[in-house]
């Protein structure tokens, strides 16, 4: 014969048996995802400070590896006889610039077997990114001197890559005196008297150079680098002139 449990063991038993309810459920999966959440949030923030920071690492090793060319080239630069320092004021940015050209003792042979050391004819022109739009890209031109160069801008188009991500590239220059011009020629007149060509026929005494990178386009945030180079040539040659035209 099957006795029935008394009363307070059926109230025990029930009790053990007992599950979770939906509700139960629901609130700890809304709390689980609310958890994944802050954890998903928190490390997306810190992806987004890593890559920033490898990003900017980035751009201050191309500016450094772009103004320090720079340098070495113009402060090796040189005026001969049939070479003249020709810089152009910055354009429009949708076009092909030529900033610069000069000669230079800062020649760099690439090739050891059919190149030499000896002065070079640098030149940096400026060209929008085909690939990026909105992006400028720096090139360097170095072709070693010869007796009658022809001095156009068609010796860019072998021109090596310097610098890309560009906004933008400024030169400034100076005279001995400390003025700032935003371009320079030393082209003169052969008919020009002697006063007039002792005052073109000259290179600046400084350079500066500021370049502007684009750190993120759709934020128009941008990290710019300047460097001042100063052309002993220059201040040399500037010194003379003054002292014959005295």
Known sequence: MIRSLPERHRLLVCTSMKGFTLM?????????????????MSLSGSLRVVEATRDQGNLYYRAQVALQRISEDLESALLIDGADFVAAATGEAGEKQVLVRFTSMAHVAFDPEGDQDGMGRIGYALIPDPENEGQLVLLRSDQLATPQQNETDEEFRDGFLLSDRLRSVTFAYFDSEGEEFDSWDTRVDPQA?????????RL??????RLEFWLDQDQEATLIFQTSVKIPTGMILAKEMQGNAA
Request: hydrophobic content about 55%.
């Open 204 to 209: 600046p005494a400084a350079v500066s150079c």
């Open 24 to 40: 139960e459920i629901m609130l700890a999966t809304i709390i689980l995802g609310m958890v994944v959440s802050m954890v998903t």
């Open 193 to 201: 008297d002697t006063k007039e060509k002792l005052l073109k026929r």
